[in-house]
């Protein structure tokens, strides 16, 4: 009787262990594919940034914009309608 007792909580701690190791193993797939996913989206998002850049320089172009101007009336400043700004020195540190 001992020694079945002995033998039923010896398998049922393999049991229990394999277990956590199996379970532990699966946990540790499922963060890896979520990793994956998250690199994917990550690799996503900067070639959007990427490309909202590249338009951002193609809209800001002086060669786009100078001629947009113009079509609304807008002209260059002469010097007399230049008003110079006091810089304000900032005590903050």
Known sequence: MRFFLLS???ISAVVAIALRVVHERNRGVNIGFAIQDASKDLRKQQDI?????IERAALLDPKRLRPEAT???????TP???VPMPVEVSDAQ
Not at 71 to 77: E, K, P, Q, T, V
Request: zero cysteines; aromatic letters at 0%; a neutral charge.
């Open 49 to 53: 940034i990427h490309q909202l850049r």
């Open 8 to 10: 039923a909580l010896t």
């Open 71 to 77: 079509l609304i009336g807008l002209r260059a400043a």
């Open 80 to 82: 007399d309608e230049v």
